[in-house]
């Protein structure tokens, strides 16, 4: 995750299985690579906290060039072909090519799409506070120095009843995620 975050301009902490959820709002996200975006791979069995990669070039409308780190071995791989397998060409099941020279590829790893380091706009409140911090732009003067409070009235929004504290990667986010089944 380090890597991805160095490597692209889409900065996430976390695991990469909780890249998806994290970038809404913020990133937007598509099922389309474009160079440098981050391709986000779902937790599976095998790989439980998912993987990131950043695409470094896109080949045709089914191919893509990556570069990640520490998949299947250590350290950074680089020009790393992956293969969109997905019955209806959206990038949710791919194939990462092998080590090896002779065009192998290996298993189906699902993935949640691809995050766009470009601001989410397609939600209306992000979309309003976006154009409206574009078109007026905090004067400096009016900026409270860090560590000194203004008192005024603010309401504050709570979290429903039993659910403040108590987010989960795997329960927190379950209806942003798209239905991408591999089988």
């Given at each position: 995750m380090a890597f991805a975050k160095a490597a692209s301009d889409v900065e996430i902490r976390g695991n990469?299985?909780?890249w998806w959820y994290k970038a809404a709002g913020r990133y937007a996200?598509?099922?389309a690579p474009e160079e440098g975006s981050v391709l986000n791979f779902r937790g599976t069995r095998r790989m439980p906290l998912g993987h990131v990669a950043v695409v470094r070039q896109v080949v045709n409308s089914r191919t893509i060039v990556i570069d990640q780190s520490h998949w299947g071995q250590r350290g950074i791989s680089r020009d790393v072909p992956v293969i969109d397998v997905s019955p209806n060409n959206d990038w949710s099941a791919v194939r990462v090519a092998l080590n090896s020279h002779?065009?192998?590829f290996g298993s189906i790893y699902p993935t949640y799409g691809f995050i766009y380091a470009r601001p989410d706009t397609t939600?209306?409140?992000?979309?309003?506070?976006?154009q409206k911090a574009v078109r007026n732009p905090p004067v400096m003067s009016q900026v409270q120095p860090f560590g000194r409070a203004r008192h005024n009235s603010t309401e504050v929004a709570e979290a429903p009843e039993g659910i403040a504290g108590r987010a989960s990667s795997s329960l927190?986010?379950?209806?942003?995620a798209p239905n991408r089944s591999v089988r």
């Open positions: 990469a299985v909780d996200r598509g099922n002779n065009g192998a939600s209306n409140m992000m979309l309003s506070a976006y927190a986010y379950t209806d942003d």
